[in-house]
């Protein structure tokens, strides 16, 4: 691996380096799953992660939903593991390799994982890869653990974690909700002062933990003004903004704070600020933490219109670079006062 502050630029260069990866670029370890690595000029597009079907089914439907999305048409080579100790784990992986064939993609390695063990499909030779499989090597895996911590990405145990950090926080959230019903309500001029002071405050929010020691966890105070503010969509829109044209340090640090205020809100203000962590999760590459925080989001407001197109966007793997595109369609003072000349036709 070359060091990088972009996940999507991290080069694997061998089969011991890539098993070592997949924690992180699931988000936790993958168990009894299918898991593709789609690329193209040898940059990653989207990792994508499959329970395995159900010994005996039809893989067809399976097969189907491995290769229905966009990131599958932009592909020009694929990685293939399969983590399971299943009888039939080397022909779902053989399975998944026919159908790049048949599409005119490239495998590049396809591999079978079980207990900490590895072997790889394409390698005939015994002795490099054993059909018991081998061990990966300790120092790559200390390498590739290393790179990744360096840009601030760290696998959970398992989904499960995902969940519970984005979980309701009963205490919590009773405390916020009463500090968002004391704020005073602001009309006009002081509306506006309202609005930039909560896109202040979360920015230098951001900023104290630039020096790489962290920043502490947000205080009551800062997560009553984030909550608030980010129901109203110019400040969302503007942070998000902000967001999106940050470097992968700071979108790390965004996504911290928009996670610990996800688990701290109370019901009605959620949804905003998860797909807020949804974004910022899908922009630094962690589609399951992106895929858990839009569920979270949804269960609290159902119809949230921007949850459900970045729900979409991700179900039909998007890259994170279409967002990107999408925001630097838009200028900061769009996002912060609407469209600006609309309003002046308007006026």
Not at 9 to 24: G, K, N
Not at 176 to 189: D, H, N, S, T, Y
Not at 251 to 280: E, K, M, N
């Amino acid at each position: 691996m070359t060091p990088s502050p972009d996940p999507t630029a991290l080069a694997l260069t061998s089969p011991d380096a890539l098993v070592a990866a997949l924690p992180y670029l699931v988000g936790f370890p993958p168990s009894e799953s299918g898991v593709i690595l789609w690329l193209r000029g040898r940059r990653l597009l989207l990792t994508q992660r499959l329970d395995l079907p159900a010994q005996g089914d039809d893989m067809g439907a399976w097969l189907d939903a491995a290769w229905g999305h966009l990131a599958a048409q932009e592909a020009d080579e694929i990685v293939i593991a399969v983590v399971s100790g299943r009888a039939d784990a080397l022909r779902l992986a053989a399975a998944l390799a026919d159908v790049a064939s048949t599409r005119g993609v490239d495998v590049r390695d396809q591999l079978v994982l079980h207990e900490g063990r590895w072997r790889s499909l394409l390698c005939t030779d015994e002795q490099c890869c054993p059909s018991d499989g081998r061990i990966i090597d300790e120092r790559v895996a200390a390498h590739v653990a290393a790179e990744f911590t360096g840009v601030g990405l760290s696998p959970v145990a398992a989904r499960e974690a995902l969940v519970a950090e984005l979980e309701h926080d009963p205490v919590r959230s009773a405390q916020v909700a009463e500090c968002v019903a004391a704020l005073p309500r602001r009309q006009g001029p002081a509306h506006e002062q309202a609005r930039d002071e909560a896109i202040d405050a979360f920015l230098a929010a951001l900023d104290a933990g630039s020096d790489g020691r962290g920043a502490d966890a947000p205080s009551l105070e800062e997560v009553t003004v984030l909550l608030a503010g980010l129901d109203d969509v110019r400040v969302r829109d503007t942070l998000l903004w902000e967001v999106s044209h940050a470097e992968p340090d700071r979108q790390l640090r965004a996504l911290r704070h928009f996670v610990s205020a996800t688990s701290q809100a109370p019901p009605g203000l959620v949804a905003p600020v998860a797909t807020c962590a949804a974004i910022a999760s899908w922009l630094v590459g962690d589609g399951a933490r992106a895929q858990v925080a839009l569920d979270r989001a949804l269960r609290d407001r159902s119809d949230y219109s921007l949850a459900l197109l970045v729900q979409h966007s991700v179900r039909i793997g998007l890259p994170p670079r279409a967002w990107r595109e999408a925001m630097s369609g838009l200028t900061r003072e769009q996002c912060r006062h609407g469209d600006t000349g609309e309003r002046a036709r308007a006026s």
